[in-house]
């Protein structure tokens, strides 16, 4: 099994993290997508389930300030295998391990790869 490892991380607040990667890979990943892909038991449990309702705000002036979880507050690195991420929502439970990053990768290159898996899978 291949063990990912960053070599230079990138992170910017109100846009996003990118990671090269020690073979030469660059990810980029856009918070709101880190958001969506948060690791943790409550964010995995709600993928099942369908999306989060967000229907009873009222619609009026755009609220500026409010909380979307599509910035980030701060970031920390976990030990030497893992990034942990403050959203604005004040969600921080989900820890990235690289690996799940490297996984995560939204670049043409990695996501086909995986869709062809997910096919092989169904297929099985
Ligand atoms: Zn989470
Ligand atoms: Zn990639």
Not at 13 to 33: M, N, T
Request: charged share 25%; aromatic share 8%; glycine share 6%.
């Amino acid at each position: 099994m291949p063990v990912f490892a960053p070599q230079h991380v990138d992170v910017s607040l109100s846009e996003g993290v990118s990671i090269r990667w020690a073979d030469g890979h660059l990810s980029q990943y856009k918070i709101k997508y880190l958001r969506d892909h948060c690791p943790c038991a409550t964010c995995t449990d709600a993928h099942g389930t369908g999306e989060t309702p967000t229907a009873t705000r009222p619609a009026g002036p755009l609220p500026v300030l409010q909380p979307s979880g599509h910035r980030l507050q701060k970031v920390e690195p976990v030990g030497r295998y893992a990034l942990q991420f403050y959203f604005d929502d004040r969600h921080s439970s989900g820890i990235f391990t690289w690996t799940y990053l490297r996984e995560l990768c939204p670049c043409d290159a990695c996501r086909p790869a995986e869709r062809d898996r997910a096919k092989e899978r169904r297929k099985s």
